[in-house]
């Protein structure tokens, strides 16, 4: 492995444990030469930048007996190796993530050891090791069809070129608009790819509203919980009729393990940021029973236990895809039928629970054809509303960075 290079040389310099940071990566390079250190500028997730080393390459993968090199990326934070490496997913042009267990749709590897990094326990090659094979039960990889290979910015420059009367046409009138435009890139950093998604949304949003006025707008492009805000901002809705999808699938598959792996029969909902820092509630109510008034129930010492348990098993579970639009049909379907059933979908959070911030939240509200009604907040656990929190503070920040 060369370390050798002026760069490399200079952002080693840098790091505590340099003599041990180099250890590691020739123990990679002895069981993985086609990783290799390069010199780079991370960005994290408040914005600030640092000059650190990543290691990129392919890992080998068997499944379902052929052979594959995924591609993939560990960035070494400066205190590497006592520190985990940030992993993430390299997909080329064309290759799209599968959503999973391990993996985020941003490409975001999610491991145990990673979780439970103890250095010189945990190791760098032990990692890889982990993720081969925790990637061969489950590829975070597939291939991409035709249709989906088009370079965001062409996809970009068709919608801000649309003739609203004409293209848009078909949407007039429409009691629930579901927009799910996405323009994801990989050679973007994730601040100019959600900027990308902002500016796409400045061409679609108005001319959709002014085609349909009484429209609730249904938001599943991502990240959800911004988008929900930008389209609420440059509608000029009221919030009532601007939810996203958030996390009403993660809510419906709460309940199920609820209902049949634990035989709690009680409605719950997922609330919080579509993110790690998302918190499961119990209601008051069991599920079906419909004509009682849906709460929050108040934590106890009770409900505690069952929810963490619940939320674990959540955890578990997989792909994604076509879950994800059953569940935006199953929120469709409540609205268009004014059905008034509660919903855990990203919506106006500022208000509920103390929260001061102008942002979108997935928070429990009841569905009809004029849009959502919060549920009353409640008062959560010390560990819960620091989730929360911490949810509402990066949101803020990276509303900041954007031209809305």
């Known amino acids: 492995m060369d370390l050798s290079s002026e760069a490399i040389q200079k952002i080693l310099s840098r790091y505590k444990f340099r003599d041990v940071a180099i250890e590691e990566l020739q123990k990679v390079h002895r069981i993985h030469p086609a990783m290799k250190p390069v010199a780079g500028t991370y960005t994290f997730s408040d914005g600030t930048q640092k000059d650190l080393l990543k290691l990129i390459g392919n890992i080998p993968v068997k499944y379902e007996g052929r052979s594959y090199n995924l591609p993939i990326l560990l960035w070494l934070m400066d205190s590497f190796p006592f520190t985990p490496p940030i992993c993430l997913l390299r997909p080329t042009t064309n290759m799209v993530i599968r959503e999973g267990k391990h993996v985020d749709a941003r490409g975001r590897i999610y491991l145990p050891s990673l979780h439970n990094w103890d250095h010189p326990k945990s190791s760098a090659v032990g990692l890889l090791a982990e993720m081969i094979s925790q990637f061969e039960e489950e590829p ?127 409605q719950a909902w997922v609330i919080g940021e579509l993110s790690d820092n998302k918190v499961p509630v119990l209601s008051n109510i069991l599920m079906g029973a419909s004509h009682q008034h849906p709460e929050i129930a108040p934590r106890s010492k009770a409900t505690k236990p069952l929810l963490d348990r ?95």
């Not at 707008?217 to 930008?230: E, G, N, R, T, Y």
């Not at 106006?348 to 103390?354: E, P, R, S």
């Not at 004029?370 to 409640?378: E, I, Y």
């Open 310 to 404: 619940a939320f674990e098993m959540l955890k578990g579970r997989g792909q994604r895809s076509w879950s994800v639009g059953l569940s935006i049909a199953d929120i469709t379907h409540s609205i268009l039928v004014d059905q008034r059933k509660t919903h855990s979908v990203s919506t106006l959070a500022q208000g509920w629970g103390g929260i001061g911030a102008e942002v979108f939240l997935s928070l429990p509200c009841v569905l009809g054809v004029s849009g959502s009604t919060r549920l009353a907040g409640v008062s959560l656990g010390q560990e819960e509303d620091a989730r929360l929190r911490e949810s509402v503070t990066s949101l803020c920040a990276l509303l900041s960075q954007l031209r809305i």
């Open 140 to 266: 975070p990889l597939g291939t991409k069809s035709t249709g989906d290979n088009r370079d965001p910015n062409v996809l970009l420059a068709f919608v801000s070129n649309l003739k609203i009367n004409e293209d848009l046409s078909a949407s007039a009138g429409s009691s629930v608009i579901v927009v799910t435009a996405n323009a994801w890139s990989n050679e973007q950093s994730y601040v100019s790819v959600v900027q990308t998604n902002v500016d796409m949304y400045r061409g679609i949003i108005p001319g959709l509203v002014r085609l349909s006025p009484n429209a609730v707008l249904l938001i599943a492009s991502q990240p959800v919980d911004i988008m929900a805000h930008v389209a609420w901002r440059q509608s000029g809705l009221p919030p009532s009729r601007v939810i996203g999808a958030g996390c009403n699938l993660d809510s419906e598959r709460l309940c199920h393990i609820l209902d049949i792996s634990l035989n709690t029969h009680k």
